[in-house]
């Protein structure tokens, strides 16, 4: 995973170095030049390359989905506006950007969790919570 990929708040999962242990679900509280930080343990690791190790996405599974509020696959925006998740592979899954009125307007492949939280915030100004 590399750090650019991350937004504070985004949920990943996190080893603690003590116990050499994964938390299946932490928050980055932290993004410096050389650093993450996140809340599980207060643990902030310094590396000095994109790739943060320590750190893991979550895949986006059913579950995630009902937790931020999508029902039958779709959380819509606004009066006009919907994502819709639809299952393209055994793993991989797809977000379409819907017009309720028209038609889709895009679609982005979507693996993690993360990754549907920033392209929520980055549509909505809002960030993705845990319903």
Same mark, same amino acid.
Request: glycine share 4%; proline share 2%; with cysteine.
């Given at each position: 995973? &590399?750090?650019? &990929?991350?937004?504070?708040?985004? =949920?990943?999962?996190?080893?603690? /170095?003590?116990?050499?242990? $994964?938390?299946? %679900?932490?928050?980055?509280? %932290?993004? @410096?030049?050389?650093?993450?930080?996140?809340?599980?343990?207060?643990?902030?690791?310094?590396?000095?390359?994109?790739?943060?190790?320590?750190?893991?996405?979550?895949?986006?599974? !059913?579950?995630?989905?009902? @937790? $931020?509020?999508?029902?039958?696959?779709?959380?819509? *925006?606004? #009066? #006009? /506006?919907?994502?819709?998740?639809? %299952? !393209?592979?055994?793993?991989?899954?797809?977000? /379409?950007? !819907?017009?309720?009125?028209?038609?889709?307007?895009?679609?982005?492949?979507?693996?993690?969790?993360?990754?549907?939280?920033?392209?929520? $915030?980055? *549509?909505?100004?809002?960030?993705? =919570?845990?319903?």
């Amino acid at each position: 995973m &590399e750090a650019r &990929e991350l937004r504070i708040g985004n =949920i990943v999962k996190a080893m603690c /170095y003590d116990d050499k242990t $994964f938390h299946e %679900q932490t928050i980055v509280s %932290q993004i @410096d030049e050389d650093e993450i930080g996140h809340d599980a343990v207060g643990m902030v690791w310094s590396n000095n390359s994109n790739e943060i190790e320590g750190i893991k996405p979550i895949p986006l599974t !059913e579950q995630w989905l009902l @937790d $931020f509020g999508f029902e039958n696959g779709v959380l819509e *925006l606004n #009066s #006009s /506006y919907k994502l819709r998740l639809t %299952q !393209e592979t055994h793993y991989e899954r797809s977000v /379409y950007l !819907e017009n309720i009125r028209t038609s889709i307007l895009m679609m982005i492949s979507v693996k993690h969790v993360h990754q549907l939280q920033n392209l929520y $915030f980055a *549509l909505t100004q809002k960030e993705l =919570i845990i319903k």
